[in-house]
């Protein structure tokens, strides 16, 4: 068993092209010309870290439920992607703020609500890193990582609740998507490629998590294994 | 003994080591009130400026040196004492809820040695102050928990007064707008209740999370 696989990268490669092709085609919007082509990375980024976080949150209630190892290696694994694309959309969004906004960072709701999101989640993965027994750490991840997903929601209404610069939910709220139907295709195709990239990445850190946990029950070497005894055979103690 | 019982004698225990050692209030709080004196040091000195960001300031301190208190009074149990009050019979929720009893009170006393610091420091518009008999407790009671929270999540860790603050500070920062907003309010003559609610909300679920996650962190220790 490889680390990422044989068939997965190849379909999240191929996904990815598919999704290149289909932001460049797309037709550019009217105001923001092509800069709003941008929204095809920046918006699956950020719904994949709201994935991410929903399988912790998931993976977390089941590990306090079952005590199953393999939910909190699901659990850490998607946290640990949850914060990469999280960190991701929150530099897309700022490369796409400053020439629309006029500045890479604003005190809008959104933004600021997402990067506190993305501090909880750094949180979460220092409380795993910095406890070493893994009973211990899987069961203190469990419950803060449950805690943290309060934080979730109020990211993705935050649009709602207060006044914001950022544009409110176009796909994800009731009724019709409230954009081009030949945008919302590109979006989607790219929101397949990028969750194809998602799931690849956690696969890859499960396994990697897994291949951790057999080589800590593995009886190591100890330190003095690499001393050999020195031979007395044929040696006078007098020499 | 009820849990009632139990949990004020938890509660007077931390209050006493504090009276003991006044390691919160002898020393945190002053050096929060070294962190209002040098804020102007570093924006200017213009009255006007900070007469603005004075209230806010102190909020700041409130949550970031308030932290501090919380964790500090986790420092001192360990896993002997803890198994001692499992054996006589306490449950994980009362202790833990006694000593987030205590440290809300020792916040409170904490916020309400620093106002006078940032009065005289920042001299802030008096208007809307009435509301902060409101606020003080509800924000003391807020972090009480979260910190608590924070100190049961990190027991026993090296670095458990950098790590708790990290998990739960993002989490406190409705308390940060309440507190900062709901006075604002009143001033200008709205009703301050939206931005009180907010609070006594944060206040609410992170009672809720002490609640059920109580047990759970019990194992931990």
């Known amino acids: ?239 | 003994m009820t849990a009632w019982r139990q949990l004020v004698e938890i509660a007077r225990k931390d209050l006493r080591l504090e009276a003991r050692s006044g390691e919160a209030l002898l020393v945190t709080t002053p050096f929060g009130a070294v962190a209002l004196l040098f804020v102007p040091l570093a924006v200017g000195t213009d009255t006007p400026l900070l007469r603005g960001i004075g209230p806010g300031l102190y909020w700041v301190v409130v949550l970031l040196f308030g932290l501090l208190v919380t964790l500090r009074t986790s420092a001192v149990d360990t896993p002997p004492q803890i198994a001692l009050l499992r054996l006589c019979g306490v449950h994980s929720v009362v202790r833990l809820a006694g000593r987030a009893a205590a440290s809300a009170l020792l916040l409170l006393a904490f916020e309400l040695l620093l106002v006078p610091v940032a009065v005289a420091l920042y001299d802030p518009a008096p208007h809307g102050w009435p509301w902060l008999l409101v606020v003080l407790p509800l924000v003391a009671a807020g972090l009480g928990l979260l910190g608590t929270l924070a100190g049961a999540l990190a027991q026993g860790l090296d670095g458990r007064t950098t790590l708790g603050p990290v998990l739960v500070l993002p989490l406190a920062v409705p308390l940060l707008l309440g507190a900062t907003q709901a006075p604002a309010a009143a001033a200008l003559g709205h009703a301050p209740w939206p931005w009180l609610l907010l609070m006594l909300t944060v206040d609410l679920i992170a009672a809720l999370a002490l609640l059920l996650g109580a047990p759970h962190l019990e194992e931990v220790a």
């Open chain 1, 1 to 239: 068993m490889t680390l990422f696989g044989r068939r997965l990268p190849i379909i999240a490669a191929v996904l990815l092209a598919v999704g290149l092709v289909a932001g460049l085609v797309a037709p550019p919007d009217r105001i923001q010309g092509n800069l709003q082509r941008l929204m095809y990375v920046h918006v699956p980024a950020a719904w994949l870290a709201f994935l991410g976080f929903a399988i912790t949150f998931g993976a977390s209630l089941a590990w306090l439920w079952r005590r199953k190892p393999r939910y909190d290696r699901l659990a850490a694994s998607a946290a640990e992607v949850g914060v990469f694309f999280t960190g991701l959309a929150i530099v897309l969004g700022s490369v796409w703020g400053k020439p629309v906004w006029g500045v890479w960072w604003t005190w809008d709701p959104r933004l600021v609500t997402t990067a506190l999101m993305f501090f909880v989640y750094l949180g979460y993965l220092a409380l795993r890193r910095a406890t070493l027994d893994p009973l211990v750490r899987a069961r203190r991840a469990a419950v803060f990582g449950v805690l943290a997903f309060v934080q979730v929601p109020i990211v993705h209404m935050s649009v709602l609740w207060w006044r914001s610069l950022h544009q409110p939910p176009t796909v994800l709220k009731p009724g019709d998507p409230t954009i081009d139907h030949s945008m919302l295709a590109a979006l989607l195709v790219n929101v397949l490629a990028f969750t194809a990239v998602f799931a690849l990445f956690v696969r890859a850190r499960v396994r990697l998590a897994v291949a951790q946990d057999e080589e800590d029950t593995l009886p190591g070497p100890l330190a003095g294994d690499v001393v050999t005894a020195p031979r007395l055979e044929g040696v006078s103690r007098d020499e």
